[in-house]
């Protein structure tokens, strides 16, 4: 199935992705940089990977928030 696509909406949609330093809240981001870091992790190279840094990341934001 075939769908018109607005040439304009694709390039703002470019642009909005290109252009973002960090993909979500900020704070959330940096503190996802430390950890990284601290763990001494490294960047996913393909989707598996990254879903695990994901849930690495995710438990470890979830374990700090619980002590606060």
Do not use: F, W
């Amino acid at each position: 199935m075939k769908h018109i696509v607005d040439e304009a909406e694709i390039e703002v949609c470019s642009q909005e992705c290109a252009n973002r330093r960090c993909p979500c809240d900020e704070t959330v981001y940096e503190l996802c940089e430390m950890y990284v870091i601290d763990l001494q992790l490294t960047q996913p190279t393909n989707a598996d990977e990254a879903c695990e840094l994901y849930e690495v990341l995710g438990d470890r934001v979830r374990d700090d928030v619980s002590v606060l």
